[in-house]
């Protein structure tokens, strides 16, 4: 393995290992599991978004789900948020950091992954934020929350930004580690920024929903 | 491209483009989400159906993913919304109506196209079923909502009846445009009726459910 | 067809008819559904298990989607809660047994049909639990409660048990039919006495969830 596909290596299984951490911890405080939960739950955060992207490609069995220091990391991250919770809440700051090291090494790798099986490149970019954000909608549509990346907060605006800097780039012919660390590290920026000053993407207008009240359902 | 086939991809377009619209007005009315929300659940509504199907199908990547023109039609559907909720909520009737044209196609089309791939009768009835009803569904269940497919309305049984006849008119060898459009009226047919009068399917005798009082979830 | 694998057939059969009765039991108690919302839930209680499997295994078509048996033994079990709902509440001891039987067969068949396929013994055991408890978390994510699985009981746990005692025989090559009823057996035995004496699964320490309060979503 050379240097370059090494590091990508390392910084896909951090981030792995940060997404199966957050989203075991962003399970435990919206529902109560138990440890079947939480665990299940943590590996879906962090595999969910992957196996979606690898079904959409036809890369059967999904690469994440075959390559056993995938599953390790995702395990490993949600059992130490089973065993440490608590402790855990205190550095939630980090944790979001990690997390927004997987976001943009998942946007980034997800797209560039869809560009070499030759689909198109608007599906390809589709791809990059799927396989980003894809394993955090189905832990929230698990636990029976609207997926927060879909209310609050600019999560998949950043992971469209870095998947759509990696087609770019490949588009045009800059490719290796430096275009791919470009990509990555502007959905970085825009995730870190978001968080810091608690930016949202633009939401419509309220609409009454006569039909289905809330109190119907 | 004939001419039927062209027709059929415009009234599968504008299917998708109806789906992409009304899925978007609906996640827009149930839950309060910002505009990554809003387009991924016109997309979903809009194309998930048809990509559950290709999984099943094993025709992989799905078919209406690989066709830009798909995307383009459920992304234009759902952005239309995020711009314009409010006056499109009182042209809500015309939407219906838009709506069971895509209903009728996605049922037609989902179920002729797996017969095509040898799969059984009984097989293609469910697939075109599922082309037709899948992409709402999963809609309803990321906004937290049990699917208004499953409790009221008709909405799956015109997709069966319609997908039941596609496939009854491929067995008996009357195929072509012709079979698809009686199938296709049958179809909106029924869903019209349904809407005009508001019929519901049967629903079975009230059971207590005492493992699980409502107030315990 | 051998003895063996007529025996296992049938056992498969019960297991996926249990499923579909106990599947659309606990979707009508849960939530109002119509027909179409308990038969549809039923066959995804029955099936979606082995369907989730079979595309992570790239065994498409799914094979319990292909076979006719396995669709009419689902259907057949939902179309029954759906005629005799409540005398069927007053079985429900019965039907916790049968789909015990279910939850045992699953495990291990899935578990053993993933290691047929050449994927790694961690990834079989997943598969095997996939299998077995796949079908009931998809109907409650569609019935918009936290899956049950997740969070009291012991339903996965077993179903692991029977998975990693079918992957070790067939690691040691201790394979057949006694080598799965052993498997089984443990599953089952695991599960009744989980109901026997309402055992559940660890649970983390309750962690205060300030950024997303109950009352917001």
Redesign the interface.
């Known amino acids: 393995m050379s240097g370059e596909a090494a590091l990508l290596l390392v910084l896909d299984l951090i981030g792995t290992f940060a997404f199966g951490l957050n989203g075991a ?1 962003t399970a ?11 665990v ?2 943590g590996m879906i955060t962090a595999m969910g978004g992957g ?1 979606i992207r690898d ?4 890369d ?3 690469a994440t ?2 390559d ?1 220091r995938y ?1 390790t990391a995702a395990a490993a991250g949600a059992l130490i ?3 440490f ?2 402790p855990l ?1 205190r550095v939630v700051g980090l944790i979001e950091l990690l997390d927004a090291v997987g976001l943009s090494v998942f946007a980034v790798s997800g797209a560039s992954k869809a560009m070499g ?1 030759g ?2 490149p ?2 390809a970019v ?1 791809l990059g934020v799927v396989t980003a954000v894809g394993g955090g ?1 189905l832990r929230d ?7 927060t ?4 907060g600019l ?3 950043p992971a469209f930004v870095g998947a759509a800097l990696a087609v770019i780039s490949i588009l045009i012919g800059f490719k290796g580690l430096t275009a791919s660390f470009v990509a990555a590290a502007a959905c970085f920026l825009i995730r870190v920024l978001g968080l810091r000053f608690s930016l ?10 006569p ?2 009240p809330p109190g119907e ?1």
């Open positions: 911890l435990v405080r919206a529902a109560r599991l138990d440890i079947v939960g939480v299940t739950l196996i079904i959409l490609l036809d059967l069995p999904p789900f075959r056993w599953l948020v089973f065993a919770a608590r809440v099986f689909i198109g608007a599906q589709i909608t549509a698990l636990v029976g929350r609207v997926p990346v879909m209310r609050k999560y998949a605006i949202n993407a633009p939401k419509p207008r309220k609409v009454p929903d039909e289905d359902d």
